[in-house]
Antibody, heavy 122, light 106 residues
């Protein structure tokens, strides 16, 4: 059974960099079948796709975050990473990692991690 | 950028049918999926590729997509179905989520 687990600091200061790790178990991120994804959700609000990465290193980013965003991976550790620069209070949210399956023009996220709350505050 | 709209809330009596809509320009030309998010939990996929139900999702969940509207239907709604439901589509290499619909089982 595939499981994803987010980890990283729960508190980041404004203008600094938010860094999170997603550790995957039960599947290999080198399998080539899936993309590995970050999604966030401000408390009490909706879901926002951040971006995803393929095992080859190919990335797709949300255009609204692209200039501050970097997603990378370490296949040897079966982990992928999120870095978001120059954060502000607007980046406070629960951050989820998830597996994206693409089939033709369809795609969906399954499963999701439990999520980790990141607060941006001084 | 592509946008999806959903009603903020839907109320349903136990045992009745809940219908949740998701609208977008020519949405029927794209594939839509749906996620259920219970309070304090992560989202769970309940419908993918418009009509497909993942393993473990009850048969009372069904989906359709045509024209500008995708629909999630919960037949014989149970108290455990009370949750937020989000639609999602894939457009021009970008993932788009709807704003979510809160389903209340009265």
């Amino acid at each position: 059974q595939v499981q994803l687990q987010e980890s990283g600091p729960g508190l980041v200061k404004p203008s600094q960099t938010l860094s999170l790790t997603c550790t995957v178990s039960g599947d290999s991120i080198r399998s080539g079948e899936y993309y590995w994804t970050w999604i966030r959700q401000p408390l009490g609000q909706g879901l926002e796709w951040i971006g995803f990465i393929y095992y080859s290193g190919t990335t797709y980013y949300n255009p609204s975050l692209k200039r501050r965003l970097s997603i990378s991976l370490d296949t040897s550790k079966n982990q992928f990473f999120l870095r978001l620069n120059f954060v502000s209070a607007a980046d406070t949210a629960v951050y989820y990692c998830a597996r994206w399956y693409a089939s033709g023009s369809a795609g969906w996220f399954d499963p999701w991690g439990h999520g980790t709350l990141v607060t941006v505050s001084s | 950028s592509y946008e999806l709209t959903q009603p903020p809330s839907v109320s349903v009596s136990p045992g009745q049918t809940a219908t949740i809509t998701c609208s977008g320009d020519k949405l029927g030309d794209k594939y839509t999926c749906w996620y259920q998010q219970r309070p304090g939990q992560s989202p769970v996929l309940v419908i993918y590729q418009d009509t497909q139900r993942p393993s473990g999702i009850p048969e009372r969940f069904s989906g359709s997509n045509s024209g500008n509207t995708a629909t999630l239907t919960i037949s014989g709604t149970q108290a455990m179905d009370e949750a937020d439901y989000f639609c999602q589509a894939w457009d021009k290499s970008t993932v788009v989520f709807g704003p979510g619909t809160k389903v209340t089982v009265l």
